[in-house]
């Protein structure tokens, strides 16, 4: 599997997966179907998850209302760099986020490379790629190329919910290190990707509430 672009193709993923580990197995059958979440590649979908870093769903919501009621539903990076820094602060952004977004809305301008391109690329050139935007750290590199590229083999070890979600299975609820769960999901491989949707909707399960970035 090269990407996750469709239903089938998670279904697909979903199959792999339950045979290289069937302990995932009776989670499958409670968590199914597994939210498939694709959103176009580009700075709409960058700035999303960018927006979700560090702050509740609820909040993220919030910001991003804010800001698609200036820039409409789908923000172009030439609107966004062309708003004045008041504008920009009554969205409830941090600074971090802020220079985050510039910084990815100048990469998708101008280079070094568009951030619709990363979909075509190695995830590893891909993550160098992302993380060297000013702001853009792992979490968010990992999210849009799961969401955004399609990317089938990541696990984004840091996340949270993800954590909680594989302790509740694995740990016997204690929340395991980001080391220890990706030493785990090496079994994962070459569909993490999947793996990780299965978790999140394993966190929903158990906690009632929707963790998957916005």
């Not at 197995?25 to 700035?47: K, N, Y």
């Not at 800001?67 to 539903?73: D, F, S, Y």
């Not at 979490?139 to 399609?150: D, H, K, P, R, S």
Request: charged share 20%; glycine share 8%.
């Amino acid at each position: 599997m090269t990407t996750i672009r469709c239903e089938d193709d998670l279904a697909a993923g979903l199959s792999l997966l339950l045979d290289r580990d069937p302990r995932l197995c009776p989670i499958a059958e409670v968590c199914q179907p597994l939210p498939l979440r694709l959103s176009a590649p580009g700075f709409a979908g960058l700035a999303s998850i960018i927006v979700s870093q560090m702050v509740s769903r609820a909040s993220a919501d919030a910001i991003w209302r804010r800001m698609t009621a200036v820039l409409g539903n789908r923000p172009l990076a030439e609107d966004y760099l062309a708003l004045g820094p008041e504008l920009i602060g009554t969205f409830g952004l941090s600074r971090g986020k802020a220079q985050a977004l510039e910084a990815a809305a100048k990469a998708d301008l101008g280079g070094p490379f568009r951030l619709d391109e990363l979909a075509e690329m190695p995830a590893e050139t891909a993550m160098a790629a992302l993380t060297g935007l000013k702001g853009v750290g792992p979490w968010t590199a990992e999210v849009y190329l799961m969401f955004c590229g399609g990317h089938p083999d990541i696990f984004p070890v840091g996340d949270v919910a993800l954590r909680i979600s594989v302790g509740d299975v694995f740990f016997a609820g204690e929340r395991p290190a980001p080391d220890v769960v990706a030493e785990l999901a090496q079994a994962w491989a070459p569909v993490r990707s999947v793996a990780a949707r299965l978790f999140w909707a394993h966190y929903a399960r158990i906690t009632g509430r929707v963790a998957l970035p916005r």
